[in-house]
Nanobody, 118 residues
Framework: QVQLMESGGGSVQAGGSLRLSCTWS????????LAWFRQVLGNEREKVAT???????TYTDSVKGRFTISRDNAKGTLYLQMNSLQSEDTGMYYC????????????WGQGTQVTVSS
């Protein structure tokens, strides 16, 4: 069974940087999609960034140019480098996996909190 675990969250002042990590155990294949989501209590989860097996990445407009998603399959780790953080980036960040050929994100971490103060 696949398990995901986020780390690297914390409190930072606006303009600062954080690097989130998500390690996995079990089988995540090169063709599987990995993604970062974030959520503020009372709101729906927002997809922040995705990375596909071929290395193609996508970002929500609000983080383009500031965030970078990457993966290291050998280490079993997904990363999210966050620069020029803004108060609007505050939230609980989750990593998730979607299997190749499927439509649902079936594997989720428990989340890591990011708080940005202005």
């Amino acid at each position: 069974q696949v398990q995901l675990m986020e780390s690297g969250g914390g409190s930072v002042q606006a303009g600062g940087s954080l690097r989130l990590s998500c390690t996995w155990s079990g089988n995540i294949y090169k063709g599987d999609e990995l993604a970062w989501f974030r959520q503020v209590l009372g709101n729906e989860r927002e997809k922040v960034a995705t990375i596909f097996g071929a290395g193609i990445t996508t970002y929500t407009d609000s983080v383009k140019g500031r965030f970078t998603i990457s993966r290291d399959n050998a280490k079993g780790t997904l990363y999210l480098q966050m620069n020029s953080l803004q108060s609007e980036d505050t939230g609980m960040y989750y990593c998730a996996a979607r299997r190749y050929g499927t439509q649902q994100y079936t594997d989720w971490g428990q989340g890591t909190q990011v708080t940005v103060s202005s």
